[in-house]
């Protein structure tokens, strides 16, 4: 099996910086990407970031220009820099990651993890 343990939520005031990680552990044969979703009270899911293991980000307009997605592949772990924060960034942020397992290689799965609360207010 494959777990996804998130950390770096808070509380933060309004233009400051936040760092999210995400470590993906267990069975992982490959990485194929990792990412964050969103979810805002009573808004929908909205992707935030996300990154391939060759390097290829995509950002949600939101964030273009605040946020940075890196990923580590020797440790299997996504870090979101999030800086300039604004209120409307407060959400759960969710760490996704695509993966192929050692016991089934041939298929690549979603895996998510619980979540962190981000709170960007004065």
């Known amino acids: 099996q494959v777990q996804l343990v998130e950390s770096g939520g808070g509380l933060v005031q309004p233009g400051g910086s936040l760092r999210l990680s995400c470590a993906a552990s267990?069975?992982?044969?490959?990485?194929?990407?990792m990412g964050w979703y969103r979810q805002a009270p009573e808004k929908e899911r909205e992707l935030v970031a996300t990154?391939?293991?060759?390097?290829?980000?995509n950002y949600a307009d939101s964030v273009k220009g605040r946020f940075t997605i890196f990923l580590d592949n020797a440790k299997n772990t996504v870090y979101p820099q999030m800086n300039s924060l604004k209120p409307e960034d407060t959400a759960v942020y969710s760490c996704?990651?695509?993966?192929?397992?050692?016991?089934?290689?041939?298929?690549?799965?979603?895996?998510w993890g619980k979540g962190t609360l981000v709170t960007v207010s004065s």
């Open positions: 996704y990651a695509v993966i192929r397992t050692i016991a089934a290689s041939y298929l690549a799965l979603e895996f």
């Open positions: 267990g069975s992982i044969f490959s990485m194929n990407a």
């Open positions: 990154i391939t293991s060759g390097g290829s980000t």
